[in-house]
């Protein structure tokens, strides 16, 4: 019964390079493919062999066939590094759909396109999502997870996206929110506009409206007839990233804008009529950003007729070795490498830290372990020097900055440990964060004072 689905397959995806069934317990059913010259396995050698023999780094995490088989969801569009049996490593992007009968799954299907170079990827598609994807816009799938609470967010991206309601979208640095909106836009009848895209931190007031509503020639010195952003996403998507960070002057304009659809350009007259879904986003806790005066009660309303609460990485544990492998695959693909995983030091590390830069903080940990590693795991030796230290975890807020380093007293004035201690702090709030202005903001302190800090301790070129 399985094979009778290659046939159907072959019809639709005349252009594959390799198709591959199994049974529900993930042994091999059949296998073809038609590039010999980069993958040399023939179904004779693996007929009956289950997945992870094949190839042996697979694990139920990695393995799309396994995770398929557990849920019965399709995986699209995978970029996947696969090592066999015989050591030969394989690059490829992977589709994967259960096989049921009636609500049984039975077995599972991966079609694969092979990729010959690392820049072949941005070229290939097995989906329907080639709108998307020349844009280069996040899709729900892209979404990588292995918890319940971000499955519920998969969940309700479809659910909502179709609406005109505004989404406001809560969660830490780092937590995956400007994917969670391009998710959102992508799944929604407005697909083929634009997303348009504006952080909201650290930008004056009056730069900010002229940015968000446009100007009008001599509105001001130097200024032009321009549209702003609520013009130029007509249509489509509007993200405004950060608005706990606008100043409380411009919150009531962006309210009137939204609430009477159409905008006025600075120094103009007549109202323009404007067609957009608003996404927002926020990185602390909206209730307490109302209390302090930093967001308007009003406007808070008006963009949270839907709420998505993203958790920061250190409460889905589940997501962060599945995401330790995601990475790697990512990385064993675009830096040439063949890199297995983590060893056992380095995953006691991780699992006993706790993330202040959630999910961007990790990439950045693995990439630059890729960057050094000379074994087939990433090694206590590969991560950078903060993880390794003595630290003690302290909660600021809803963003933990933490490290406090090893200082040997010994030898050592006050005034050296403190400064060893504060150049140890700003590093790390530099390679958590997005930009200086977000290090400054988890310091607590001014971007002035951060760059006179960073001059200070040479940690800017």
């Given at each position: 019964m399985l094979r009778r689905y290659v046939e159907q397959i072959l019809s639709i995806y005349n252009y594959l390079d390799g198709i591959m069934v199994t049974d529900k317990y993930g042994y091999v059913e059949y296998y073809v493919t038609f590039r010999p010259d980069v993958n040399n396995l023939k179904e004779k050698d693996i007929l009956r062999k289950h997945i992870t023999e094949v190839y042996p780094t697979l694990n139920e995490e990695t393995s799309s066939i396994l995770r398929v088989l557990k849920t019965g969801k399709p995986i699209s569009n995978e970029f996947q590094t696969l090592i066999t049996y015989k050591g030969q490593s394989i690059?490829?992007?992977?589709?994967?759909?259960?096989?049921?009968?009636?609500?049984?799954?039975?077995?599972?299907?991966?079609?694969?396109?092979?990729?010959?170079?690392?820049?072949?990827?941005?070229?290939?598609?097995?989906?329907?999502?080639?709108?998307v994807e020349k844009k280069n816009l996040y899709a729900v799938d892209d979404i990588v997870t292995n918890s319940r609470s971000m499955e519920l967010i998969k969940e309700r991206i479809p659910m909502i996206?179709?609406?005109?309601?505004?989404?406001?979208?809560?969660?830490?640095?780092?937590?995956?929110?400007?994917?969670?909106?391009?998710?959102?836009?992508?799944?929604?009848?407005?697909?083929n506009k634009k997303f348009v895209s504006q952080n909201c931190a650290a930008i004056p007031g009056n730069l900010l409206e002229s940015i968000?509503?446009?100007?009008?020639?001599?509105?001001?010195?130097?200024?032009?007839?321009?549209?702003?952003?609520?013009?130029?996403?007509?249509?489509?998507?509007?993200?405004?990233?950060?608005?706990?960070?606008?100043?409380?002057?411009v919150q009531p304009k962006i309210l009137k804008a939204i609430e009477e659809?159409?905008?006025?350009?600075?120094?103009?007259?007549?109202?323009?009529?404007?067609?957009?879904?608003?996404?927002?986003?926020?990185?602390?806790?909206?209730?307490?950003?109302?209390a302090e005066n930093k967001l308007r009660e009003d406007l808070f309303y008006r963009l949270s007729v839907v709420q998505l609460n993203i958790p920061p990485l250190r409460e889905r544990i589940n997501d962060l070795f599945y995401l330790v492998s995601h990475f790697i695959n990512i990385y064993n693909t675009s830096m040439h490498c063949n890199l297995i995983?983590?060893?056992?030091?380095?995953?006691?590390?991780?699992?006993?830290?706790?993330?202040?830069?959630?999910?961007?903080?990790?990439?950045?940990?693995i990439e630059g372990a890729f960057n050094v590693a000379s074994a087939r795991f990433i090694q206590k030796k590969d991560l950078p020097e903060y993880l390794t230290r003595p630290f003690v975890l302290e909660e600021i807020g809803q963003n933990a900055l933490m490290t406090v380093p090893a200082i040997p007293l010994k030898g050592i004035s006050l005034e050296e440990a403190l400064e060893?201690?504060?150049?140890?702090?700003?590093?790390?709030?530099?390679?958590?964060?997005?930009?200086?202005?977000?290090?400054?903001?988890?310091?607590?302190?001014?971007?002035?004072?951060?760059n006179y800090k960073l001059r200070k301790y040479k940690l800017r070129e």
């Open positions: 690059r490829a992007i992977n589709t994967t759909m259960p096989i049921k009968d009636h609500d049984e799954i039975i077995g599972a299907v991966d079609v694969s396109r092979y990729i010959d170079s690392p820049y072949q990827r941005q070229d290939i598609s097995l989906s329907l999502k080639e709108s996206a179709d609406t005109d309601s505004s989404v406001l979208i809560y969660g830490e640095t780092g937590t995956g929110k400007e994917l969670v909106a391009q998710s959102i836009h992508t799944a929604s009848k407005r697909r968000l509503f446009g100007t009008t020639k001599g509105s001001y010195t130097g200024a032009e007839n321009k549209p702003g952003l609520f013009e130029i996403a007509s249509g489509g998507t509007l993200f405004l990233d950060e608005i706990n960070s606008m100043e409380i002057s659809k159409q905008v006025v350009r600075l120094g103009g007259y007549e109202p323009i009529k404007t067609d957009i879904k608003i996404v927002s986003a926020v990185n602390e806790n909206p209730l307490q950003c109302i995983g983590i060893d056992e030091e380095v995953e006691t590390i991780f699992r006993g830290y706790n993330w202040p830069g959630n999910v961007r903080e990790l990439k950045n940990v060893t201690y504060e150049r140890e702090l700003i590093e790390h709030a530099v390679a958590i964060s997005k930009n200086y202005v977000e290090a400054a903001k988890l310091l607590g302190i001014t971007k002035q004072a951060l």
